[in-house]
């Protein structure tokens, strides 16, 4: 049977998505596709192994993988061993790890300067001046000029609204409930790169006020995320604080994913949690596992999940769950995470609500 070709629309076209043939000479640039079979006019022409290999580079690159790490992927000999994959993908990793790291180092010499409050301005213009005309220096040199740039940050406190406005990209299109909440986040990890694997759900605000003033149950996984939660406000507020996994050993997200796996109590425990509750997981990846089955079941309704557990592989997976779940969230993709930030996100709801009750900047077109 005749071979039957596609034209590099029809390629497109098959493929779906946002892929154009732009990006396919691209690709074939890469050496990501094969070259091309020509028509007699020179058009290129592609087969339905040119649909599947196309499908699956787009696949990878939806999931966040580089082009560069994609053609590795591709050329991988199909009958190698998982070992020898596992070992491709480790050199890929780690090389992404530094590449972050050298970034990292620029973030932080830019954070160093852009992130000077009033009080520091003159300094900054300083410094500014200094390296439009700096040359070549040793590194005790370069101490040298941080530390005269650093010399006056002892002589007031630091402004800390001050310096977000210089590092947080434009929030103009959030709510001032959000924008307070997410700075908070940013403030209790010093690191701005966090906002944009910050996920909330359109209703997770609205829904979460109204739980508060409704005096419902708040649930920490553990008692280090319990021990951060603002009691005090919490307590004007009216609401019930509790631990999930009660056992006052547990200090580490390994400790607590072991024990909630092994020890069927909280599981059970779990089930038996107010309808309305907001529960709060900045540890085990498992408990939030948990919580999704338990949503899916109709054996848990709360009104809000703020999910931050810790972890490499189930967090991620657990995270996923909860945005698919239905139930209001807040969340951080992949491994962002952690107790403290979980609490955090919490007290900035808390501290909120009691100090602008009726505000109803936070609703949304949907709501309305």
């Avoid at 732009?22 to 079979?37: D, E, K, T």
């Avoid at 605000?205 to 708040?218: G, M, T, V």
């Avoid at 021990?227 to 307590?235: E, M, N, P």
């Avoid at 490499?312 to 969230?329: C, D, E, N, T, W």
Wanted: charged share 20%; with cysteine.
């Amino acid at each position: 049977m005749q071979q039957q070709y596609l034209t590099i629309k029809q390629l497109t076209d098959a493929v779906k998505g946002t892929i154009t043939p732009r990006m396919v000479r691209h690709y074939h640039a890469l050496g990501l596709l094969s070259p091309a079979v020509r028509s007699t006019s020179n058009y290129r022409l592609y087969t339905r192994s040119d649909v599947q290999r196309l499908q699956r580079i787009v696949a990878l690159k939806q999931q966040g993988f580089q082009l560069s790490h994609i053609r590795k992927l591709l050329e991988t000999d199909a009958d190698a061993s998982p070992d020898a994959l596992m070992a491709t993908l480790q050199r890929q990793y780690l090389s992404v790890i530094q590449q972050i790291v050298r970034l990292r180092e620029t973030a932080s010499a830019l954070e160093g300067l852009l992130g000077r409050d009033l009080s520091c301005q003159a300094v900054q213009a300083g410094a500014l001046a200094q390296l439009r005309l700096l040359e070549t220096q040793t590194e005790g040199q370069l101490e040298q000029l941080w530390d005269g740039w650093d010399a006056g940050a002892h002589t007031h406190p630091e402004a800390f609204g001050e310096s977000l406005q210089h590092l947080l990209p434009d929030l103009g299109d959030r709510s001032e409930i959000e924008v307070d909440l997410l700075s908070k986040l940013v403030l209790a990890c010093g690191d701005c790169s966090l906002l944009p694997f910050v996920k909330l759900s359109e209703t997770a605000i609205k829904s979460a006020r109204e739980a508060l003033k409704n005096r419902c149950q708040i649930v920490a996984d553990v008692p280090p995320v319990f021990a951060a939660l603002d009691g005090t406000r919490l307590a004007h507020l009216g609401t019930s604080i509790t631990t999930l996994i009660d056992n006052p050993h547990i200090n580490a997200a390994a400790e607590a994913e072991q024990e909630f796996w092994h020890q069927r109590e909280w599981f059970e425990k779990l089930l038996q949690l107010e309808k309305g509750c907001i529960l709060v997981v900045g540890y085990a990846p498992s408990v939030l596992m948990a919580v999704c089955e338990a949503i899916a079941n109709g054996q848990l309704q709360p009104a809000l999940v703020i999910g931050m557990p810790i972890g490499f592989s189930h967090s991620p997976v657990a995270k996923r769950r909860l945005v698919r779940s239905g139930i209001p969230y807040i969340t951080t993709v992949g491994t962002f995470g952690g107790g403290l930030l979980a609490a955090v996100a919490l007290n900035a709801l808390v501290e909120s609500l009691i100090e602008k009750p009726n505000c109803h900047c936070h609703l949304r077109a949907v709501d309305s």
